[in-house]
């Protein structure tokens, strides 16, 4: 039988924006309690004014590594359990690797790999003692079809695609799901680099998602029935060569 999200408690991180708050806004509308995730405070203050009442938000820069590691305890404290995690976050580093700043890779690999992991590693905890959970975590189609123009982000939702596929053989037993989606691209700000005759051609191709469609496909992930085997999705766009 399908889940119902009723009462549920969901912690979506990055929820200011894009994909994290459209995953929010379906969360929400299919009944659970979000706790927004997010370092912009003044986004977060917009979208729990527009979205009302079952919304929690948490300014949390997920770089800062007291506040990285107390979030799990503050989300807790404010909403009283996490029943859903969804590790969304991330940031993109494109281009050819020797033009890259080494410091916007190391806060990159930070951000979609090592954050990732441990907050995933703070909440198992809690969803294992509880006997249930859902965790889902934010990857990219980069990972599945690694691309000339990304090699870092590419391999840094390469790397936490293998994390979800190790970590969910680990706590099956314990009745929590990890679980990933990969999308192609999106319409968000992390397109803002983006060329605008890219962005155009995999408008025309059919390939360019919105968060929306985003958030359809992660809500059918986390309201599946336990036990259909579907784990990870991929978003395939109608064209590889974006
Ligand atoms: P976005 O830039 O619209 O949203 C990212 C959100 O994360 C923002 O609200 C930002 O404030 C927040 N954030 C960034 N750094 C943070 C930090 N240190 N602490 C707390 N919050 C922080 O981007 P998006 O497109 O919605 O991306 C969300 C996820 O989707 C990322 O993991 C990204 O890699 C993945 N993704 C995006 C695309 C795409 O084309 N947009 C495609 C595939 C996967």
């Known amino acids: 039988m399908a889940e ?46 527009r979205l009302g009442g079952n919304i929690i938000p948490l300014e949390v820069d997920l770089l800062d590594p007291e506040m990285c590691a107390s979030m799990v305890d503050r989300i807790i404290d404010v909403a009283g359990s996490i029943d859903i995690f969804h590790a969304n976050a991330g940031t993109y580093v494109g281009g050819d690797l020797v033009d890259a700043d080494t410091k916007a890779i190391d806060m990159m690999l930070n951000l979609n790999v090592n954050v990732v992991m441990k907050n995933v590693h703070d909440v198992l905890p809690h969803m294992i003692a509880r006997g249930t959970g859902d965790i889902i975590v934010t990857s990219s189609l980069a990972a599945h079809f690694p691309t000339p123009w990304e090699p870092v982000y590419a391999s840094s939702k390469w790397a ?9 053989r680990q706590v099956f037993k314990h009745g929590i799901r990890v679980g990933s989606i990969s999308p192609g691209p999106v319409v968000s700000a992390l397109l803002d680099d983006w060329p605008a005759e890219k962005l155009e051609k995999a ?8 968060p929306a469609d985003v958030a359809e496909v992660v809500l059918f992930m986390l309201t599946r029935p336990r036990g259909m085997t579907i784990r990870d999705v991929v978003m395939m766009p109608t064209n590889f060569d974006l």
């Open 160 to 168: 936490i695609n293998c994390f979800v596929q190790t970590v969910r």
């Open 203 to 210: 408008r025309q191709d059919g390939s360019l998602l919105e």
């Open 4 to 49: 119902n999200l009723t009462d549920k408690v969901a912690a979506v991180t990055g929820a200011a924006s894009g994909i994290g708050l459209a995953s929010t806004e379906a969360l929400l509308a299919a009944g659970a309690r979000v706790v927004m995730i997010d370092r912009d405070v003044k986004a977060l203050n917009v979208a729990k004014e």
